[in-house]
C-alpha cells in the first residue's frame, strides 16, 4: 500500500520529489553562465547578476502567498499554479534577446519557490505521521541535490548549446512536474480567508531593498547601500506591525521566533549564507587565470557535491537532528577552510566538494525534519514557509556578498559563519530535540483535533 495508505497517492513522492527538483535546480542553473549573460547581453556583472538576485526574490515573496491559496483554494491547485508559472518562465528565458526579459523569465520562474511549503504540508497532512519525518528530510535534501545539480549541468550545457539550452531544459522539467502534480488528491478541509496583500507589497519592498543593497553596492556606492539597507529595516518594521493586525496574516510571526522553530531558523540562515556564499566563489575560482578551466570545469567540478548531497541526506533522519546539523556545520567549516589554504590545484576543489555536498545533504535534510516535527499539522505551511523564506534570503545573501570577495578571505568568512551555526546547532537545539519528540508523538491527536488551518 505505500507510505500514503493509498496505492494511488504513492505517485505524490515522485509527483514532490520532481516540483522540488525541478525549483531547486532552477536556482543554482545561471550561476556558472553569469559570465555568458554578460558578454551575450554586453551588461556588467553586477547586471547579470539579477538572473540569479530576480528568481531569488520572486521565491522569496511567492513562498507565504502560496502556502495562504494552499489554505484557500487547496494545495493540488496551488502547486499546478507554482508549476505553470515556472514553465512559462522558462519559456520566456529561453527565448529571452536582452537581459530585461531574461530578468522577467527568472522573476516568473522563481514562483516555484511555493513549491516548497505547499509540498511540506501535503506530506504532512496526507502522510502516515510515521513516514513524516523520512519524507521530509527527503523533500529538503531535493533542495540540495537540485542546487547541486544546477551548478554541475550548467557549464556543460552553456559551452555545447548556448545559454539558453539552460532554460529549455527548466522547462522540460516544469512540464514534467505539471504531469505528474494531478496526482495530488484535492484537498477536502480548506480554509477560507484573504490574501494578505498589504504584507506581501512591504515584505517584497523590504526584500528588493536588502538584496539591491547586498548586490549593487560596488556599483552604486555605499552610501545608497547603507539607504537600502535602512529602507529594508523601516520596511520589515511596517510589516511586522502590520501581521499583527491583520486578521489573516501573510507570516505568523509568533512561529518564526518560537522554540525550537526560531532556533531552527537562525541556523538555516548561518548555514545558507556559508554554503551558498563559499559554493558560489567555486566556480569563479575554477575559472581564474591560475586555474584558466572552462564553464564545464566549473560545473564538473560541483559534480561530487550533487553525489555527496544524494548520498547523504536519508541518513539525517537515522543520525538525529541536532547530530545532522552540528555535522552538516563542522564539513562545510572544514571544506571551506582547506579552500583557503588550498586552491591552486582541480583535484583539491574536487575533494572540498565532497564535503560540501555532505554538510549540503545533513543540514538541509535535518532542517526540513525539525521545522515539521515542531509543529502542529495545520501549522506545517507556515512554519515552512517562514523557514522557506529565511533559506532564500539568506542564501541570495550570500551568493551575492561572495561576488567581491578574495578566495582566501572568502573562504575563511564563510568557515566562520559556518562554525557559528555548528555553535547554534550545540548549544540551543537540545531542549528543541526533545520538543521534537514530543510533537511528532502528538502528532496524531493533533490531527484529530485541530481543523485543517495554518
Known amino acids: ?36 549573460f554578460g558578454r551575450e547581453f554586453g551588461v556588467s556583472p553586477a547586471a547579470a547578476t539579477w538572473a540569479l538576485t530576480a528568481f531569488m526574490l520572486a521565491s522569496a515573496v511567492t513562498t ?31 527565448l529571452a534577446g536582452s537581459l530585461g526579459w531574461l530578468v522577467a523569465g527568472r522573476a516568473l520562474q522563481g514562483t516555484a519557490g511555493g513549491v516548497f511549503p505547499l509540498a511540506f ?26 542546487g547541486s545539480l544546477g551548478m554541475v549541468v550548467s557549464g556543460p550545457l552553456v559551452d555545447a548549446f548556448g545559454t539558453s539550452s539552460l532554460f529549455w531544459l527548466t522547462l522540460g522539467l516544469g512540464l514534467v512536474s505539471l504531469a505528474l502534480a494531478p496526482s495530488v488528491p484535492a484537498a477536502h478541509d480548506l480554509r477560507p480567508g484573504r490574501v494578505d496583500l498589504a504584507g506581501a507589497a512591504l515584505l517584497s519592498g523590504a526584500l528588493i531593498c536588502l538584496l539591491l543593497a547586498i548586490s549593487q553596492a560596488r556599483t552604486w556606492g555605499w552610501a545608497w547601500a547603507l539607504a537600502l539597507a535602512a529602507s529594508a529595516v ?58 584558466g578551466g572552462s564553464a564545464t570545469d566549473a560545473g564538473l567540478v560541483m559534480l561530487p557535491v550533487a553525489v555527496l548531497t544524494l548520498a547523504v541526506s536519508p541518513l539525517a533522519p537515522r543520525l538525529g537532528a541536532r547530530f545532522s546539523l552540528a555535522a552538516g556545520g563542522v564539513l562545510a567549516a572544514v571544506a571551506f577552510l582547506f579552500l583557503a589554504v588550498a586552491h591552486g590545484h582541480m583535484a583539491e576543489l574536487y575533494a572540498a566538494g565532497v564535503f560540501i555536498g555532505a554538510g549540503y545533504g545533513l543540514a538541509f535534510a535535518a ?66 530535540g526533545r520538543r521534537d519528540t514530543a510533537a511528532e508523538r502528538d502528532a496524531p491527536t493533533a490531527r484529530k483535533a485541530a481543523p485543517y488551518r495554518r
Open 367 to 432: 532542517i526540513g525534519t525539525l521545522v515539521v516535527g515542531a509543529v502542529a499539522p495545520h501549522q506545517t505551511g507556515a512554519a515552512s514557509g517562514v523557514n522557506t523564506i529565511v533559506r532564500t534570503v539568506t542564501a541570495a545573501a550570500g551568493a551575492q556578498a561572495a561576488a567581491p570577495m578574495a578566495f582566501t578571505g572568502g573562504f575563511v568568512a564563510f568557515a566562520a559563519i559556518a562554525l557559528l551555526g555548528l555553535a547554534v546547532a550545540l548549544v540551543a537545539l537540545p531542549r528543541a
Open 121 to 146: 504540508g501535503i506530506v504532512r497532512t496526507s502522510a502516515a505521521p510515521a513516514h513524516v519525518p523520512k519524507l521530509a528530510a527527503l523533500l529538503s535534501g531535493m533542495f540540495g541535490i537540485g
Open 234 to 291: 523601516a520596511l520589515l518594521a511596517a510589516f511586522a506591525l502590520t501581521e499583527r493586525r491583520v486578521r489573516d496574516p501573510l507570516v505568523d510571526l509568533a512561529l518564526v521566533v518560537r522554540p525550537p522553530l526560531g532556533t531552527t531558523n537562525l541556523f538555516t540562515g548561518l548555514i545558507a549564507v556559508a554554503l551558498f556564499g563559499g559554493t558560489t566563489m567555486v566556480p569563479r575560482l575554477v575559472q581564474a587565470p591560475h586555474l
Open 1 to 36: 500500500m505505500g507510505m500514503w495508505g493509498r496505492r494511488r497517492d504513492d505517485l505524490m513522492v515522485p509527483a514532490l520529489m520532481a516540483a522540488a527538483l525541478s525549483a531547486a535546480l532552477a536556482q543554482t542553473i545561471v550561476l556558472a553562465a553569469l559570465p555568458a
Open 64 to 94: 507565504p502567498i502560496a502556502g495562504r491559496l494552499g489554505d484557500m483554494f487547496g494545495h493540488r491547485r496551488a502547486l499546478l499554479a507554482c508549476l505553470a508559472l515556472f514553465a512559462a518562465g522558462s519559456l520566456v528565458c529561453a
